[in-house]
Nanobody
């Protein structure tokens, strides 16, 4: 089992940047594929990015490709989401998630563990 805690959210103007962190405790995060998801008010939770156990493979939603970068530091049991060129439509609660599957998934259901989320608000 692993516990996940997100941090780094906040209020930023359009065009700005934020870096989210997800600290894992319990079982080491290198055991899991890690993902970032987000949920805006009144909308379903959606995939943002995912990274393989080694960090060698990354996957992105089309809406964030070229602007967001997911990375991980397994020595620190931490996953990051660098968000650049932020837009008002990026406003959401961002969640970190861990998946024990063999392959990377871009949907919510396969992920076994979730953090509490961190709010990101982008003003226009």
């Amino acid at each position: 089992q692993v516990q996940l805690v997100e941090s780094g959210g906040g209020l930023v103007q359009a065009g700005g940047s934020l870096r989210l962190s997800c600290a894992a405790s319990g079982r080491t995060s290198s055991t899991y594929i890690m993902g970032w998801f987000r949920q805006a008010p009144g909308k379903e939770r959606e995939f943002v990015a995912a990274i393989s156990r080694s960090g060698g493979y990354t996957y992105y939603a089309d809406s964030v490709k070229g602007r967001f970068t997911i990375s991980r530091d397994n020595a620190k049991n931490t996953v990051y989401l660098q968000m650049n060129s932020l837009k008002p439509e990026d406003t959401a609660v961002y969640y970190c998630a861990a998946d024990s599957s063999i392959i990377v998934h871009t949907t919510v259901t396969p992920y076994d563990y979730w953090g509490q989320g961190t709010q990101v608000t982008v003003s226009s």
